[in-house]
């Protein structure tokens, strides 16, 4: 059963959603994956993110660039929290996708990282999901001891 959905706007995106997977990883946390587009498959999108909480998932990690409204369609169908991934590779260098996952509306919140940023979003995922896993949470505060050693 994936705690994790992680839904990406494109296979263009693979490099950015293997750091998200990589570090779901190393945390032993379940997931998984799929490409769909708000745009081009929005069914899909709907679809997900509506059967999502039945299958388990706790959190959803949505990954979009250039217009990147991925994360708040999926925002719009879910209480589970998302946490939204601008992605760069744009003429604007993930500026304008920073803008369309940043500002939502009042009552539907994405939690967003910079662009880019899929290992926090990773790790983002992993600390929600800790507040009812005292083990992850433990993984986590351990994590962050090593690395400042």
């Known amino acids: 059963m994936p705690l994790v959905r992680v839904i990406a706007g494109s296979k263009s995106d693979s490099a950015y959603v293997q750091k998200v997977l990589d570090t779901l990883d190393t945390f032993n946390i379940s997931y998984d994956q799929y490409y769909a587009s ?14 999502a909480e039945n299958d388990g998932v706790k959190v959803i990690i949505a990954m979009a660039g250039m217009a990147a409204h991925l994360p708040g369609v999926i925002a719009g169908h879910t209480t589970l929290p998302v946490i939204g991934v601008p992605l760069s590779g744009s003429a604007l260098n993930g500026l304008d996708a920073l803008y369309s996952v940043v500002q939502m509306p009042k009552g539907i919140p994405v939690a967003t990282v910079a662009i880019d940023g899929s290992i926090n979003a990773a790790t983002l995922a992993a600390q929600i999901i800790a507040l009812s896993d005292n083990d992850l949470s433990n993984n986590l505060k351990k994590q962050r001891q ?3 050693k």
């Open 146 to 148: 090593d690395y400042y």
């Open 38 to 51: 708000a745009h081009r498959t929005p069914d899909t999108v709907v679809n997900l993110t509506k059967t």
